[in-house]
C-alpha cells in the first residue's frame, strides 16, 4: 500500500518533469505569437504563422513530407508485420542469421552509409528523385519494425493460433484475420514511431535531393533558418508549423501509443 507521503512524492517528481517537458513547448509558442518589432505591443500576432507559411514554402514542404511519410510508413508497415510474422512464429533453417543481419539496419547509423548509398543511388539514376529519399528510410523503418513485431508475434497467445489452425486457417488467414486485428496496440505504436522518425528526418533528404520541389519539412525549416537569422517569431512559427502534424498524430492514437508501450514493457 502506498503511503499518502509517497504518493504525494511521486506526483511533485511528475510534476516537475512535466514542466520540464512542456516550458520549451510554451517558450516557442510565446516566440512563435510575439513581434520582433520594437514596441510592436503585447498581443498575439496569428499572422506570424501566415507569414511563416508564405515566406518559407512550408505547403511545398509539408506536402513533400506527408508524401514521404505515406509512402515509408505504408512500406516499412507492411513488411514488418510479414518478416515480423515469419520470424515470430516459424522456424527455417537460417532464420536466426538473416533476423541478426536485418538487425545491422538499426545498430549501423545513417550516418555511416549514406555517402555510399548516395553513389550507389548517383550509378541507377535515382538521385534526386523521390525514391532515393523513401527507399533508405523503408530499409532503417523496416529493420525496427521486424524486430517489433517479431516481439509481438512471439509474444501471441499459442492457444489462439493453434484453434485458428484446426478451424482451417492458413498462415494468410492467421496473420490478418486474428493476429494483426489482435495487435492493434503494437502496431499503432510502431506506426507513430516510424512516422515520427520519418517525419524528422534530415540528413537522408539533404543527401538525395538537391531539388527544391523534393525537400521535406524540417529541411525547409533548415534554410528558411538561414534566410531569417534575426526573425525569431518567423522562425518559432515555422518551427511550429513543422512540429504541428507529429504532435497531432500522437494526440490522436494517445491511448493506443501509450497501451502499446505498456504491453511491450510487461511482456
Known amino acids: 500500500m502506498i503511503s499518502r507521503g509517497e504518493r504525494l512524492g511521486n506526483y511533485a517528481v511528475l510534476a ?22 520594437i514596441g510592436g505591443g503585447g498581443s498575439f500576432h496569428w499572422e506570424n504563422f501566415a ?15 506527408v508524401i ?14 510479414l518478416a515480423g510474422y515469419a520470424f515470430g512464429t516459424m522456424r527455417f533453417r537460417g532464420s536466426e542469421v538473416i533476423f541478426y543481419l536485418i538487425l545491422l539496419g538499426i545498430m549501423v547509423p545513417a550516418e555511416a552509409l549514406v555517402i ?3 553513389f550507389d543511388l548517383r550509378e541507377l539514376g ?8 523513401v527507399m533508405p528510410q ?16 512471439r509474444g501471441s497467445s499459442r492457444e489462439v493460433i493453434e484453434a485458428a489452425r484446426i478451424d482451417g486457417a492458413g498462415h494468410w488467414a492467421t496473420l490478418w484475420r486474428i493476429l494483426v486485428p489482435m495487435g492493434r496496440p503494437a502496431l499503432t505504436t510502431m506506426i507513430v514511431l516510424v512516422f515520427m522518425w520519418t517525419w524528422n528526418e534530415f540528413l537522408i533528404p539533404l543527401i538525395m535531393a538537391t531539388d527544391e520541389s523534393l525537400r521535406t519539412a524540417p529541411l525547409g525549416l533548415a534554410f528558411f533558418q538561414g534566410q531569417y537569422t534575426s526573425g525569431t517569431a518567423l522562425l518559432a512559427a515555422g518551427a511550429t508549423l513543422v512540429a504541428l502534424p507529429v504532435v497531432v498524430l500522437y494526440l490522436f492514437l494517445q491511448r493506443h501509443f ?10
Open 126 to 133: 535515382l538521385t534526386n528523385t523521390l525514391v532515393a529519399i
Open 138 to 153: 523503408v530499409a532503417q523503418s523496416t529493420a525496427f519494425g521486424t524486430f517489433w513485431m517479431r516481439a509481438y508475434f
Open 258 to 267: 501509450i497501451r502499446g508501450m505498456v504491453e511491450g514493457a510487461v511482456k
Open 68 to 81: 514521404v511519410a505515406v509512402l515509408v510508413v505504408g512500406l516499412s508497415t507492411l513488411l514488418s508485420i
Open 51 to 65: 507569414d511563416a507559411w508564405d515566406q518559407g514554402h512550408f505547403g511545398s514542404y509539408l506536402r513533400t513530407s
Open 16 to 37: 516537475l518533469f512535466a514542466v520540464i517537458a512542456v516550458y520549451p513547448v510554451l517558450l516557442i509558442l510565446q516566440t512563435a505569437l510575439s513581434n520582433d518589432q
Open 116 to 118: 555510399a548509398l548516395y
